[in-house]
């Protein structure tokens, strides 16, 4: 067998150590049974958080008794409306709305707020229609994904599936079975992790993820191997580089 031959062998056990994962490592929702039913009974609701920007719409049959309680930015100039104003949670988990003043809705959800500002504005309309959108709804991707980020939402929940689909899903890379998410509690950073091999993921209590969560994968061993390598054949580069430098100046020298 010729030397040659030998260091293509090397090299392709090489090559496959690094880019093989296991059935086991790669697949999500492993223990899954064919067209087994699981019924989602999560009560998850989004909660109003410190900073979180929303806006809040008013209606009645009557629009000039409504016009108050909406704000708007700039005028009507043509044809281009004019922006409506956003509120923002202070850290005191207040918003300062129009006419009624200071209304504490942290913790709440959208339709928790919505009945509180309902039952204020009741001294001032009618059956009021009140709309309630957060406006900076983002979550956080990062490590052994294919697009880390931060994305937008534009509803008012998501899951951490599809969470990972923006980010084009983990990587060959990364842990399926050891995804962190952090999450933010009004100044407190609570660290949870999910299993996505298992089925029980789907009724963990961060499947559904809050405003500003972050999510961590971590990468696999073969992710941290190949890590390795990568630096250590950086430093192999640079010193032959190095190498070849100065053997280049001392035969200019000669």
Not at 40 to 61: A, C, E, G, N, R
Not at 112 to 129: F, G, H, T
């Amino acid at each position: 067998m010729s030397q040659n031959f030998k260091l293509v062998c090397i090299s392709l056990l090489t090559l496959m150590m690094f880019s093989c994962g296991s059935k086991k490592g790669v697949v999500y929702f492993q223990d899954a049974d064919q067209f087994e039913t699981l019924v989602d009974d999560s009560s998850f609701t989004t909660k109003f958080k410190v900073d979180d920007l929303i806006s809040i719409h008013v209606s009645t049959l009557d629009p000039e008794a409504s016009a108050p309680f909406n704000l708007f930015r700039g005028a009507e100039e043509g044809g281009i409306r004019p922006e409506q104003v956003n509120y923002l949670v202070d850290k005191n988990g207040e918003i300062d709305f129009p006419v009624i003043g200071k209304v504490k809705i942290v913790g709440l959800s959208p339709a928790e707020a919505q009945e509180l500002l309902r039952d204020k504005l009741s001294d001032y309309l009618k059956n009021p229609i009140i709309n309630i959108r957060i406006r900076n709804f983002s979550v956080s991707v990062l490590g052994a994904v294919n697009r880390p980020g931060t994305y937008s939402v534009n509803g008012q929940q998501i899951t951490i599936m599809e969470a990972l689909g923006m980010a084009g899903d983990i990587n060959i890379k990364g842990r399926r079975d050891n995804v962190m998410v952090i999450r933010d509690f009004d100044g407190t950073k609570v660290y949870n992790r999910i299993n996505l091999n298992q089925k029980n993921a789907l009724t963990s209590p961060i499947y559904y993820l809050t405003q500003n969560d972050v999510v961590y994968v971590e990468p696999n061993e073969s992710g941290k191997t190949a890590s390795n390598f990568d630096q250590r054949a950086s430093i192999a580069v640079s010193i032959i580089s190095i190498l070849i430098t100065s053997t280049v100046v001392l035969l200019t020298r000669n």
